[in-house]
């Protein structure tokens, strides 16, 4: 497929409540949107990089730039004809794979168009509703926490991830626990300690936790594997895996055993299955990890967690969880068993509202084919 025109949305939409990890706070939630259009069809995407390095060192603003500068000079006219085609033009990039992440979902949206079948039948996925819980950020206080963590289980969630971070940890569990002995419960620290202050936290242990989630350095694996031998509590790593090499040495090493797989995180769904088939085959199970994703991001998700060693609950929620009002057509709506339906359109399954798109547009970029 010849691609025609690509055009970039820099997009900024209010989250319903303000969402506070160990290493920030924030009220809103800006990505990128990116429309690729090629023989009258248009495949959508979207860079899960935020405003800030927080979580990862891609901002919106690197994203636009490598974007912008240098993959769609690369992509622009070209014929490309599958997904590999792309990710060999990409390879000339180092790093940036939010931004590199964006574009592919573009295109795998855009191939499904093409093909007349939904994304989770391209990725091979098998699940027609996926698992979700709900990720509470760090609140005011303890008290507060509890208040917000039972209005979620009064909407349906039955799996609950709390943010952690020193001083803010094992009292918080501890309560939450006693509260509500059996719900499924897990802890995200988002790197924020090291292996000498995590010796605070070993107390973990004694609250029965699915996980607790990237304890130490983003880019650590090594330590972690000395940690995991003092928790009987599994360690699940999110931010120290970026590729599928990550992912088997991670597992190799016995630093966690289970891995949370974004696709924005590791450059895009490509390798996202890569990783998903090394832990399926050395028996390390999956979860999908969220970014506030749009709908477009949400029904990109749904599609990789429908695939079989997506075992635990998918940080994806429903689209009320973060926004009163979306860039896409119709939410993402809980079921009753705490699950989300997977799109079964073609492509992603979703239509843009062109309305809001332009409403939450920061910017608007055009560049075309001549």
Known sequence: MRLEKIKLNHVSIPLVTPFETSFGRINTRECLIISIFSD??????????????????????????????????????????????????????????????????????????????????????????????????????????????????????????????????????????????????????????????????????????????????EDDIWEHHKLQKQFRTPICLDESILSSIHAKSAIEMGACRIINIKAGRVGGLSEAIAIHNICRDMKIPNWCGGMLETGVGRASNLALASLPNFIFPADISATNRYYKRDITQGDFVLNSDSTIDVPTGDGLGISIDEKALKDFSLSETIYEWN
Not at 150 to 160: A, F, P
């Open 40 to 217: 009258g069809l248009i495949g959508f995407g979207e860079c899960v990089a935020d405003k800030d390095p927080g979580y990862a060192y891609e901002t919106t603003g690197t994203a636009f730039h490598i974007i912008k500068d240098f993959l769609i000079p690369m992509m622009l006219g070209k014929d490309i004809i599958s997904i590999y085609d792309f990710c060999q033009l990409a390879s000339g990039i180092r790093g940036h794979r939010m931004a590199k992440a964006g574009l592919e979902m573009a295109l795998w949206d855009l191939f499904g168009k093409a093909q007349g079948v939904s994304l989770r039948s391209l990725l091979g996925g098998e699940k027609q509703r996926v698992g979700v819980g709900v990720s509470v950020g760090i609140q005011t206080t303890t008290l507060e926490l509890a208040r917000v963590i039972g209005n979620y289980l009064e909407q349906g969630y039955t799996r609950i991830k709390i943010k952690i971070k020193p001083g803010r940890d094992t009292g918080d569990v501890g309560f939450v626990r006693n509260l509500y002995p059996n719900i499924r419960l897990q802890v995200d620290a988002n790197s924020a300690y090291t292996l000498t202050t995590a010796q605070d936290i070993l107390k973990l242990d004694d609250y029965d936790l699915l996980m607790i989630e990237q304890p130490l350095f």
